[in-house]
């Protein structure tokens, strides 16, 4: 079956820490997985896709993620975070499979940044 | 960068009545739209997927007849909730595709702001 899983629906961080969301997948075939972040009253943002190639992808607003496929996981990562990161984040996958070309969500993961 | 709207952004109707939810590409040609749904606390869920000039595909599980879709231009696609009722309140985002076929379609979609929907 298809899915996307998010660990932990709330993460909070001081400003200027690390921020880690995590994301494992399943999928029978090479995923494509994507990374967006939603703020209030607004659309989805996509911050940053893995499709092939490199593993480690580097996105908008210094963030990055890694694809493992033995882990099968698509964590995302920050090393400094900054007030304007607080939104909420989903992980999603697609392939041309399993998944007909289309984005399967994982439920998102809320990002609080205290000062 | 390409933007895509939704038109109104919340609205709030008796049971039994319609609704239409407008999707717009401002400034590119969305040969693909998608329509999703989101609950309090739960991911997006694909409901269809229009192509202009064609008939929308639904997932499973999603009535075509209670969710009526119409992609008639390259701009535009509408999402009609038929007879609404409370259980079909909830958040509906678009999201439009802007070239290639197959994957990538998934590649390039770009997401509107989303409709909020209350069904007193």
């Known amino acids: 079956a298809q899915s996307v899983t998010q660990l932990g629906s709330h993460v909070s961080v001081s400003e200027g820490a690390l921020v880690l969301l995590r994301c494992n997948y399943s999928s029978s075939v090479p995923p494509y997985l994507f990374w967006y972040v939603q703020y209030p009253n607004q659309g989805l943002q996509l911050l940053l896709k893995y499709t092939t190639g490199a593993t480690l992808v580097k996105g908008i607003n210094g963030f990055e993620a890694e694809f493992k496929k033995s882990e099968t996981s698509f964590h995302l990562t920050k090393p400094s975070a900054h007030m304007s990161d607080a939104a909420e984040y989903f992980c999603a996958v697609s392939d041309h499979e399993e998944y007909g070309n289309k984005l399967v969500f994982g439920a998102g993961t809320i990002l609080r940044v205290k000062s | 960068g390409a933007v895509v709207s939704q038109h109104p952004s919340w609205v709030i109707c008796k049971s039994g009545t319609s609704v239409k939810i407008e999707c717009r590409s401002l400034d590119f040609q969305a040969t693909t739209m998608f329509w999703y749904r989101q609950f309090p606390k739960q991911s997006l869920m694909l409901m269809a997927t229009?192509?202009?000039?064609?008939?929308?595909?639904?997932e499973q599980g999603v009535e075509k007849d209670k969710f009526l879709i119409n992609h008639a231009s390259l701009t535009l696609s509408t999402l009609t909730v038929t007879s609404a009722h409370p259980e079909d309140s909830s958040f509906y985002i678009c999201?439009?595709?802007?070239?290639?076929?197959?994957?990538?379609?998934?590649?390039?979609?770009?997401f509107g702001p989303g409709t909020r929907l209350l069904v007193l």
């Open positions: 999201s439009a595709g802007t070239s290639g076929h197959g994957r990538e379609i998934v590649e390039t979609q770009y």
């Open positions: 229009s192509n202009e000039g064609s008939k929308a595909t639904y």
